[in-house]
């Protein structure tokens, strides 16, 4: 290790609390200090390069310096970096909503703007409660949510998912919502088929929603993939159910399509590939590219007219954030959609997740890869203890931080969940760099599950 390296880590460990660390693993681990990307690669202070394999947590797109949304990024920085969006606005958040409200499903038509994707989930939350009440439903103050779910961290993010890991310590903050077992086709019985199960899976959430609708606001999920769970994945028909549910009810539908939007399950939104509208749609990770801190809660117009009134009625949505509607991150938005739309990333992406998912596939020979599922440019790689009986490694052995240590040592970034190696790379990563990404990850599997 250079000095250079040993400098960064000294004044970092001196200073800096990381996200999701026990910090004590920095004693034989230390953090690496990254001088810059570009593409799909990062570079630390002595000149070694990371492939990204799972874009900087889920939020790049087009690999890290893109140049065209650096120009974008930098053209707003000569003019505004930053305005109050309450009795103002700006062209960038103007441009970005009209943008977004014509790619997103028919009948989402309000942009309501946050910091990042907890906070999104938040607005979705509060907006859905106070919808009900505003129609003169104030019973109506629960949410039902799915086993294995992840929503966030902020408090009521947190509430609306269930991966036990992040929320068992705090659960004496939180409300208390519904759990519907999720439709995770990992779980799937042998010979089923994803739709089958998925559409089993859904009679329990169907029993709830029955039960439970008077004190009901809405369903919250992430539309296909489980991400934080260990990208679990199930079948579009049970979003299709779930709508159908929904209106029959009258519950709204979260969809949660901050992980999984923007191209990342092979169609710009996951909700395309049920045909449905969701009530809310959150955004963030992707939205910017993954350069600045930005979501948003897209709604209907039927949600936007009961909070329409007098002031006096004191019906108004008073949520608020500082930097909401920032426009450089607006103007790294727009240059990404533009990216989209001009590259024809979705259709490049297909070639892309033909090769990854062909490559992944191999690793199914392996003894201890119980499954390799896909969904998209998202591939998932599951490690049991025993294939055949499915028998996961303990949590404490920490099999997949082998895997890990591994990988940096072959200039490759994965992180695996768990037991679950996974690759979500950026949509400028090669089929040679997919390559090298699935060669390391055996590697890392091999001496993760040795002994």
Same mark, same amino acid.
């Given at each position: 290790?250079?000095?250079?390296?040993?400098?960064?880590?000294?004044?970092?460990?001196?200073?800096?609390?990381?996200?999701?660390?026990?910090?004590?693993?920095?004693?034989?681990? #230390?953090?690496?200090?990254?001088?810059?990307?570009?593409?799909?690669?990062?570079?630390?202070?002595?000149?070694?390069?990371?492939?990204?394999?799972?874009?900087?947590?889920?939020?790049?797109?087009?690999?890290?310096?893109?140049?065209?949304?650096?120009?974008?990024?930098?053209?707003?920085?000569?003019?505004?970096?930053?305005?109050?969006?309450?009795?103002?606005?700006?062209?960038?958040?103007?441009?970005?909503?009209?943008?977004?409200?014509?790619?997103?499903?028919?009948?989402?038509?309000?942009?309501?703007?946050?910091?990042?994707?907890?906070?999104?989930?938040?607005?979705?939350?509060?907006?859905?409660?106070?919808?009900?009440?505003?129609?003169?439903?104030?019973?109506?103050?629960?949410?039902?949510?799915?086993?294995?779910?992840?929503?966030?961290?902020?408090?009521?993010?947190?509430?609306?998912?269930?991966?036990?890991?992040?929320?068992?310590?705090?659960?004496?903050?939180?409300?208390?919502?519904?759990?519907?077992?999720?439709?995770?086709?990992?779980?799937?019985?042998?010979?089923?088929?994803?739709?089958?199960?998925?559409?089993?899976?859904?009679?329990?959430?169907?029993?709830?929603?029955?039960?439970?609708?008077?004190?009901?606001?809405?369903?919250?999920?992430?539309?296909?993939?489980?991400?934080?769970?260990?990208?679990?994945?199930?079948?579009?028909?049970?979003?299709?159910?779930?709508?159908?549910?929904?209106?029959?009810?009258?519950?709204?539908?979260?969809?949660?399509?901050?992980?999984?939007?923007?191209?990342?399950?092979?169609?710009?939104?996951?909700?395309?590939?049920?045909?449905?509208?969701?009530?809310?749609?959150?955004?963030?990770?992707?939205?910017?590219?993954?350069?600045?801190?930005?979501?948003?809660?897209?709604?209907?117009?039927?949600?936007?007219?009961?909070?329409?009134?007098?002031?006096?009625?004191?019906?108004?949505?008073?949520?608020?954030?500082?930097?909401?509607?920032?426009?450089?991150?607006?103007?790294?938005?727009?240059?990404?959609?533009?990216?989209?739309?001009?590259?024809?990333?979705?259709?490049?992406?297909?070639?892309?997740?033909?090769?990854?998912?062909?490559?992944?596939?191999?690793?199914?020979?392996?003894?201890?890869?119980?499954?390799?599922?896909?969904?998209?440019?998202?591939?998932?790689?599951?490690?049991?203890?025993?294939?055949?009986?499915?028998?996961?490694?303990?949590?404490?052995?920490?099999?997949?931080?082998?895997?890990?240590?591994?990988?940096?040592?072959?200039?490759?970034?994965?992180?695996?969940?768990?037991?679950?190696?996974?690759?979500?790379? #950026?949509?400028?990563?090669?089929?040679?760099?997919?390559?090298?990404?699935?060669?390391?990850?055996?590697?890392?599997?091999?001496?993760?599950?040795?002994?």
């Amino acid at each position: 290790m250079t000095a250079a390296n040993s400098a960064y880590i000294a004044r970092d460990l001196a200073h800096v609390w990381h996200p999701c660390t026990q910090m004590k693993d920095h004693e034989t681990l #230390p953090p690496i200090p990254i001088r810059r990307g570009a593409g799909a690669w990062l570079e630390d202070y002595e000149g070694r390069r990371y492939l990204d394999a799972i874009s900087s947590w889920w939020v790049n797109l087009f690999g890290h310096a893109n140049p065209r949304i650096n120009a974008a990024v930098r053209s707003q920085l000569e003019s505004l970096e930053h305005v109050i969006l309450a009795g103002f606005t700006h062209e960038p958040v103007i441009a970005l909503s009209e943008a977004l409200t014509a790619l997103a499903p028919p009948g989402l038509t309000r942009c309501f703007y946050a910091d990042n994707g907890s906070s999104a989930v938040e607005v979705a939350v509060k907006m859905s409660f106070h919808y009900w009440r505003n129609a003169g439903h104030g019973a109506k103050r629960r949410f039902i949510t799915l086993a294995n779910s992840y929503h966030g961290e902020t408090l009521g993010a947190l509430a609306v998912g269930n991966v036990e890991l992040y929320k068992e310590i705090y659960r004496p903050l939180l409300m208390e919502v519904i759990t519907a077992p999720s439709p995770d086709c990992y779980e799937r019985a042998p010979g089923e088929s994803w739709a089958e199960h998925s559409r089993r899976r859904f009679t329990a959430m169907e029993r709830l929603l029955g039960q439970h609708a008077h004190e009901t606001c809405a369903v919250i999920v992430e539309p296909l993939v489980q991400c934080a769970a260990g990208m679990r994945m199930y079948d579009p028909v049970y979003l299709a159910l779930l709508r159908e549910a929904c209106d029959a009810h009258r519950v709204h539908l979260i969809a949660d399509e901050i992980a999984v939007g923007f191209g990342r399950t092979g169609t710009l939104f996951a909700c395309e590939q049920a045909g449905i509208r969701p009530d809310f749609m959150c955004l963030s990770k992707g939205l910017t590219g993954g350069y600045l801190p930005l979501s948003t809660v897209i709604t209907t117009e039927t949600v936007y007219d009961a909070f329409y009134d007098e002031y006096t009625k004191l019906t108004a949505f008073l949520h608020s954030h500082s930097f909401t509607g920032n426009p450089l991150a607006c103007a790294a938005a727009l240059a990404t959609l533009a990216i989209f739309r001009e590259d024809r990333t979705l259709e490049r992406n297909r070639a892309l997740a033909a090769h990854l998912g062909a490559r992944a596939r191999e690793l199914e020979a392996h003894p201890h890869v119980a499954e390799v599922r896909q969904r998209g440019m998202i591939v998932a790689v599951e490690l049991a203890a025993d294939k055949a009986a499915r028998t996961p490694y303990p949590w404490q052995e920490r099999r997949g931080l082998a895997v890990y240590r591994h990988a940096l040592t072959r200039g490759v970034l994965l992180r695996p969940i768990g037991n679950v190696v996974y690759f979500m790379p #950026p949509y400028v990563v090669t089929p040679e760099e997919i390559d090298l990404m699935v060669e390391v990850a055996l590697e890392g599997i091999e001496r993760a599950t040795c002994d």
